[in-house]
């Protein structure tokens, strides 16, 4: 039973658009979420991340945004460069506070056109 | 400061054989996670040390085993190799339980023929 869905398996943006990519979870104990990024042969690379008493969290072009009620986040990317096409993983912390267990979607791959 | 390494970062194996993967976190980083990636699947959690102890196991057969040492170095060990345990398996070094900044070392490829 998948608790964390990217349901977009692909995304193609023009560069310099803005790229958005969904993710919706179904547990709401979940506390705390990340979005990860990874390019092929590396391991994922930490983006962003948002805490549940959040609804909005900014880091330079990426912003999250989180809606608890409907179990929704997103994550923006302003401008998109191509530099940014990879796959993209939005996970969350499993509950419970002292465990380092994260639970990923299956990922979204971000294309950005030149 | 290094990052995590894994090693080796490529392996060919054959069914019914068995296969240890090594993870060094980064330095200072006491707790370690380990993950499944296959097409499809996402990112499965497998295992998490800390301090030499499993704190937390994911839903998978018992082939599938790991241990960390007083070092905070970790392997995990997979026996009887099936051809579904073709994956890239990642490890995460995370400074201690509940730091949700997780480093992923690089990944080692596994392929059973």
């Known amino acids: 039973d998948q608790q964390v869905k990217q349901n977009s398996p692909s995304l193609s943006v023009q560069e310099g658009r803005i790229s958005i990519l969904n993710c919706d979870y179904t547990n709401s104990m979940f506390d705390y979420f990340l979005w990860y990024k990874k390019y092929p042969a590396e391991g994922p690379t930490f983006l962003i991340s948002i805490s549940s008493i959040k609804d909005k969290n900014e880091d330079g072009r990426f912003t999250v945004f989180l809606n608890k009620s409907a179990k929704h986040l997103s994550l923006h990317i302003v401008p998109s460069q191509p530099g940014d096409s990879a796959v993209y993983f939005c996970?969350?912390?499993?509950?419970?506070?002292?465990?380092?267990?994260?639970?990923f979607g299956t990922g979204t791959l971000l294309a950005v056109q030149p | 400061k290094a990052g995590v390494t894994q090693t080796p970062r490529y392996l060919i194996k054959t069914r019914g054989q068995q296969v240890t993967l090594s993870c060094s976190p980064i330095?200072?980083?006491?707790?370690v996670s380990w993950y499944q990636q296959t097409p499809g699947q996402g990112l499965q959690f497998l295992f998490e040390y800390f301090s030499e102890t499993q704190r937390n196991k994911g839903n998978f057969p018992g082939r599938f085993s790991g241990r960390q040492f007083s070092n905070s170095r970790s392997e995990m060990n997979v026996s009887t190799l099936e051809l579904g345990d073709s994956a890239l398996y990642l490890c995460a070094s995370s400074l201690g339980p509940g730091n949700t900044e997780a480093f992923f070392g690089q990944g080692t490829r596994l392929t059973v023929v």
């Open positions: 330095s200072g980083h006491r707790s």
């Open positions: 996970a969350s912390r499993d509950y419970g506070g002292a465990t380092n267990k994260l639970i």
